[in-house]
């Protein structure tokens, strides 16, 4: 008898956000600038730049995004309108320690996010909160060069140790660093080394050194190990995850030679940093990747333990796209958020050159299943696409309908292999400023935002086609995805 795969009881249904993306509001009520403050727009074929200086005649999008600071009611009140369980939002650290530097937190900024937890909470949706969503504060990159200081553990401590006092009764579900793998990749980071992302072209004077990258997500590591230690010491009923990027990269052809190629990207960029998180220490195959490749991360007495002691409840990853590898460098290339790879004959592409793979998201979920046995979340997962109202008004969003309704189905089904997925969080689900690019126009969301990379528009919201569809997908916990 076959098995009718279906979701669990207590799913949790939801959309992801990042506060630099939608909350806007950069500079008021004592906010300090963060590195998303400090980069212009772009879109496909330009690549954002950072410009501290903040030129007046330049454009940074992240300064305004789609205004969430003042109109979180409403916006909370349509996702609760689609029956959200629970919202993936991040907290902006330079709303409570604007320099990160600071003794003592920014009230005007605590008292902001009690009122947006207050919100969820009386909708019914559970919040599911990111410590640290590529937003240091600048001064903190400007005076230490960011991660790739040690001391940068310790500010990172105060402020996630007073998220997590003030707020551990009203969130639950946290997680410590949003994709942190993407510190490692080429254009992924710059002098603030694993905090901002989305860079696909060349940056002024950006600097690549794997030693100083590595050591910047080492600190990470020690950051986050010892924010689930305090948590589990003081707040034993949070649960606390780590958030990985996942790409597959399949091998291109059969050849042993691209088959232990795709081994090693995959253990480099996919696992390596969900294995320290999950299992609490470096495994022997980055030890050896080292080694081979000159590349010194300075590390302390004591963090081999801490690593240990701080290892994650529950783990979750984003899921966009998959990449082939092959050593046959011939082979046509595609793009991807950060890390490109070689074109699937088999596999069509999104406007900017994400390759659209369900059935990878199947893999994805069996295989971080088998290698660690813990509860497993798709905290990011949807289509950038231009959408454009109809004449009635309505974006009438089939292909993300498509798009979502697929890969649901894949989870669906990984579910019926036995995979523990606790819920799913579509990102973007309110249109909201691209973390690549900083258009507008690469829209995600059930939920049209009408601003335009141009900054002409209302700001008024309308519920997309795939508004009404994902409420029919919540309301039946999954089962009726037509
Ligand atoms: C993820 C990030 O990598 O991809 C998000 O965590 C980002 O911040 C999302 O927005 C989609 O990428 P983009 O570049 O299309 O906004």
């Known amino acids: 008898m076959s098995v009718t795969p279906a979701f669990p009881q207590g799913f949790l249904w939801g959309g992801a956000t990042a506060a630099n993306q939608l909350e806007g509001a950069w500079d008021v009520e004592g906010k300090g600038v963060s590195v998303a403050d400090v980069v212009t727009g772009g ?45 993936r939002m991040s907290i902006a650290w330079t709303r409570i320690f604007p320099t990160g530097m600071e003794d003592e937190p920014n ?15 009386a909708h019914g949706i559970e919040p599911l909160v990111t410590i640290s969503h590529y937003e240091m504060p600048y001064a903190l990159v400007d005076k230490l060069n960011g991660w790739e200081s040690r001391e940068c553990i310790d500010y990172f401590m105060r402020y996630a140790t007073c998220v997590l006092d003030r707020f551990h009764d009203k969130v639950t579900y946290w997680l410590t660093f949003n994709e942190i793998n993407c510190g490692l990749a080429r254009g992924g980071a710059s002098t603030s080394t694993g905090t901002f992302k989305g860079y696909t072209g060349p940056r002024t004077g950006l600097p690549f050194d794997l030693s100083v990258r590595y050591t910047a997500v080492h600190n990470q590591f020690v950051a986050s190990a010892k924010t689930v230690i305090y948590a589990h010491a003081h707040y034993p009923e949070l649960k606390i995850g780590d958030m990985c990027i996942y790409i597959p990269y399949y091998y291109r ?9 795709s081994q090693q990207v995959m253990q480099r960029v996919n696992y390596f940093t969900s294995d320290v998180h999950v299992r609490g220490y470096y495994p022997g195959y980055i030890k050896r990747y080292f080694a081979d490749n000159d590349i010194t991360v300075r590390m ?17 990853f984003s899921y966009y796209m998959s990449n082939c590898v092959s050593c046959d460098p011939t082979l046509e290339t595609t793009g991807g958020n950060l890390f490109g790879g070689v074109k699937n004959p088999y596999l069509k592409a999104s406007d900017w050159g994400w390759q659209i ?27 950038g696409a231009f959408d454009k109202p109809g004449e009635d008004g309505v974006v009438h969003d089939d292909y993300r309908i498509e798009y979502l309704r697929q890969h649901i189905e894949q989870m669906r089904e990984a579910v019926a292999d036995g995979v523990g997925l606790m819920g799913y969080t579509m990102w973007g689900c309110i249109d909201l400023v691209s973390a690549s690019t900083g258009e507008m126009a690469k829209r995600y969301g059930f939920i049209y935002v009408d601003e335009h990379d141009d900054g002409t528009g209302t700001g008024a919201r309308s519920r997309k086609d795939s508004f009404h569809w994902y409420k029919k997908v919540i309301e039946s916990n999954g089962s009726d995805l037509s």
Not at 109 to 116: P, T
Not at 253 to 261: E, G, I
Not at 301 to 309: H, I, K
Request: with cysteine.
């Open 357 to 383: 793979d369900p059935k990878g998201l199947r893999w994805a979920l069996n295989e971080m299943w088998d290698r660690y046995q813990k509860p497993l979340m798709v905290v990011e997962n949807g289509m």
């Open 43 to 87: 879109d496909v074929n330009t690549p954002r730049l950072i410009d501290p200086s903040l030129d007046p005649d330049k454009y940074y999008p992240n300064h305004d995004g789609i205004d969430f600071y003042h109109t979180y009611e409403d916006d909370i009140a349509l996702m609760a309108e689609m029956g959200f369980k629970t919202f």
């Open 253 to 261: 052809t059969c050849d042993p030679d691209d088959v232990l190629l």
């Open 300 to 316: 302390e007495p004591g963090d081999d333990e801490l690593l240990r002691a701080g290892t994650v409840d529950f783990c979750t």
């Open 107 to 121: 009230e005007a900024g605590l008292a902001f996010y009690d009122r947006v937890f207050d919100c969820l909470r």
